[in-house]
């Protein structure tokens, strides 16, 4: 086989590969999209996170404390539409809610690699339980420490859809781009409760 065969026959494969990896990730862009048409999440997501840091660069603690407060009946209105996409998703298919653990998109990695796939609506449960607690303040996180901690349990989420919707590799840059902090970074940040079940479920525990 000549190398010009050879080159062609890998530029086949490679654009098969590209064709289905687009065709799986649309399903599964379109699958959450559509649970997410009716929630308000992702605004309300993006008013705590930019508050969160005004909040901050406030120039006084007790100017700090007031803004934060101001964000409570966003924060319950989170975590309450996080427990229903939670439960939504838990109507969906193992296959149709599968995605797999390779920092590359493994198109339909779940019918020839189940090891190496996990339960996006497991991982929903675990961000569903661990923003509840961190709203409800069960470690008992001072005023800006909880924010902070709210914070990372937001940016891990929203990795876990982008990780679900397109890989690893895409929702890691996504949080560096939009947020400067690191995966890993995040998973320290957010709480016991929501680490230790996270990280059960990166094992397939």
């Known amino acids: ?20 990896r687009v065709r799986y990730q649309r399903m599964h862009i379109t699958l959450l999209g559509g649970h997410l048409a009716n929630l308000q999440l992702e605004r309300h997501m993006e008013t705590l996170t930019q508050g969160y840091t005004r909040a901050i660069h406030e120039a006084s603690e007790s100017r700090q404390l ?11 209105s989170v975590a309450a ?24 998109c493994i198109p339909y ?12 609506r497991k991982l929903l449960q675990i961000h569903a339980v661990g923003l509840r ?9 001072d005023p800006k420490a909880r ?3 709210l914070s990372a349990e937001l940016y891990l989420f929203q990795h876990s859809c982008h990780w679900y919707c397109k890989s690893r590799t895409v929702a890691d840059a996504r949080l560096m781009v939009r947020h400067q902090v690191k995966h890993e970074k995040v998973l320290e940040s957010v709480s016991e409760v929501t680490r230790s079940a996270y990280q059960r479920w990166l094992q397939g525990n």
């Open 147 to 149: 924010a902070f901690h």
């Open 66 to 76: 007031q803004v934060l407060e101001t964000f409570a009946p966003t924060e319950r």
């Open 1 to 20: 086989m000549e190398v010009v065969d050879i080159v062609l026959i890998l530029l086949v494969i490679a654009l098969a590969w590209q064709v289905l």
């Open 109 to 120: 990695a779940e019918r020839f690699m189940p090891s190496a796939v996990r339960d996006f």
């Open 133 to 141: 607690h961190a709203v409800d303040n069960e470690a008992g996180w």
């Open 81 to 104: 539409q996080l427990q229903t996409l939670a439960n939504a998703m838990q109507k969906e298919s193992a296959e149709a809610a599968s995605m797999g653990t390779f920092a590359l």
